[in-house]
Structure formats: C-alpha cells, structure tokens
C-alpha cells in the first residue's frame, strides 16, 4: 500500500515560486507514472505535470515553462518547482501514482491508482 504526502504549500504573490514536494512510503513508487494535479475552488482536478520512469515529463500548456516536475528516487520524493505564479494557480495540489512505467500523457485523474491528501497554494495579486 502506497503512502503519498505533499507539503510545501504557501500563500505568495503573484510573480512569486514555491516548491511542493511528495514523499512516498510503504511502496517503492519508481517504477509508476507520477504526476501532480490541481483542484482549484468550484472546478474538477486537472492534471498538470507528468514524469515516467525514465523521467521523461510533460506538462499541459497552460503551466508549461513556468512549473517543472523531478523526482528524487533515492528519497521516494516528487517534487513541483512553481515559478512565476499566477492569481489563477491558487487550488490545492496532489501528487498521485500510476502503476505503469509510462504516463502516455495521460492526465485523466481517473486513471491514477493512489493519492496524497493535497496542499493549498495561494497566489495573490
């Protein structure tokens, strides 16, 4: 049984970067699909940033070149680099896991198989 744990959610400005990080436990997470998601105030969760096995990673348009996703397999932690953050980005993250080597672009919530518990991220104007 897998055991996520972000943390690293703050309230900031806008312009302004924060780090998230997922630590992992109970199960050795290196070789799934993880990614991090996004649930803002009154809408669905939206994936955002995948990273497979190789490390290779994709991003959806709307965070690409501002947010990087990497992973620290020796630590059982993923990580979500946010850069230049917007009024728009305020939700809570999760990080999740899928148990295949390869995320395919996959950023459909429903395909992931565990779950963090999520930590807010604030961005004020």
């Known amino acids: 049984q897998v055991e996520l744990v972000e943390s690293g959610g703050d309230s900031v400005q806008a312009g302004g970067s924060l780090r998230l990080s997922c630590v992992a436990s109970g199960y050795g997470y290196s070789g799934d699909c993880m990614a991090w998601f996004r649930q803002a105030p009154g809408k669905g969760r939206e994936g955002i940033a995948l990273?497979?096995?190789?490390?290779?990673?994709d991003y959806q348009d709307f965070v690409k070149g501002r947010f990087t996703i990497s992973k620290d397999n020796a630590k059982s932690t993923l990580y979500l680099q946010m850069d230049n953050l917007e009024p728009e980005d305020t939700a809570i993250y999760y990080c999740a896991g899928m148990r295949r080597p390869k995320c395919n672009r996959n950023f459909w919530s429903g395909a992931y198989d565990y779950w963090g518990q999520g930590t807010q991220v604030t961005v004020s104007s």
């Open positions: 990273i497979d096995t190789e490390g290779t990673t």
